[in-house]
């Protein structure tokens, strides 16, 4: 079974400046995703930043990049310039792929809640 | 475009009663998902779908069914409900993924729901 584990419930970082939230996984599977997810107080759940297995290069969103040790099982999220808006809580998920490779069992982690101080 | 609709968005249970979580889609989705959240903790799923007809266990399935009749409609229902499953439930879809939308996920507001 796939489980996703954050060890940081909590954290803060000034604004401006760049904080990174760290997220483990264990899977057997070589083909699947993996998401970063923020959840405002809304509830609502927003795709931060999202990385396939088979690619070795890093993906980037503007000021959230992903630091992916496949090896390691690790996907870290890294976050720059950080605004007030990023307050909320994140949650890095895998999705272990259908054959069709279009979505399948969604699995997130424990979440970290971080707070940008003015 | 209604999205992702969940009802009830409130209930109280009492022990060993039976409920449906209802959710409906209007954007012909494909892959649905029900998770629970706990307080201060993350998303566990309960059950998802990809297609009608097609359903599979998630992490926690005990003590939930489901089933998928049509690609609208993906109803959880809690049998003999127990205090464990007081929490808030969300209800979330997606269509199939491609390389423009990979990750795009659609989620309900949430069901509350609170046994005593």
């Known amino acids: 079974a796939q489980t996703v584990t954050q060890s940081q419930p909590e954290m803060s970082v000034q604004e401006a400046e760049t904080v990174t939230l760290s997220c483990t996984y264990d899977?057997?599977?070589?083909?699947?995703?993996l998401f970063w997810y923020k959840q405002p107080p809304s509830r609502q759940m927003i795709l931060v930043i999202r990385?396939?297995?088979?690619?070795?290069q890093n993906a980037t969103e503007n000021r959230f990049s992903v630091n992916f040790q496949k090896a390691a099982k690790s996907f870290s999220l890294k976050i720059s310039d950080s605004q007030l808006g990023d307050t909320a809580m994140y949650f890095c998920?895998?999705?272990?792929?259908?054959?069709?490779?279009?979505?399948?069992?969604?699995?997130f982690g424990q979440g970290t809640e971080l707070s940008v101080k003015p | 475009n209604a999205g992702v609709t969940q009802t009830p968005k409130f209930r109280i249970l009492k022990i060993g009663q039976s409920m449906t979580l209802q959710c409906t889609q209007d954007?012909?989705?494909?892959?649905m998902y029900w998770y629970r959240q706990d307080p201060g903790m993350g998303l566990k799923l309960i059950y998802y779908?990809?297609?009608?007809?097609?359903?599979d266990k998630g992490e926690v399935p005990n003590g939930y069914n489901v089933s998928r009749s049509t690609t609208e409609d993906f109803p959880l229902r809690l049998e003999l409900a127990a205090p464990s499953q007081t929490s808030v439930y969300f209800c979330?879809?997606?269509?199939?993924?491609?390389?423009?939308?990979?990750?795009?996920?659609?989620f309900g507001e949430g069901s509350r729901l609170t046994v005593l």
């Open positions: 899977t057997s599977e070589n083909n699947y995703y």
């Open positions: 990385q396939e297995a088979y690619k070795q």
């Open positions: 998920a895998f999705m272990k792929l259908t054959i069709y490779n279009q979505g399948g069992k969604l699995i």
């Open positions: 979330a879809s997606h269509s199939p993924w491609t390389t423009s939308n990979t990750g795009e996920l659609f």
């Open positions: 779908s990809v297609g009608a007809g097609i359903t």
């Open positions: 954007m012909n989705h494909n892959y």
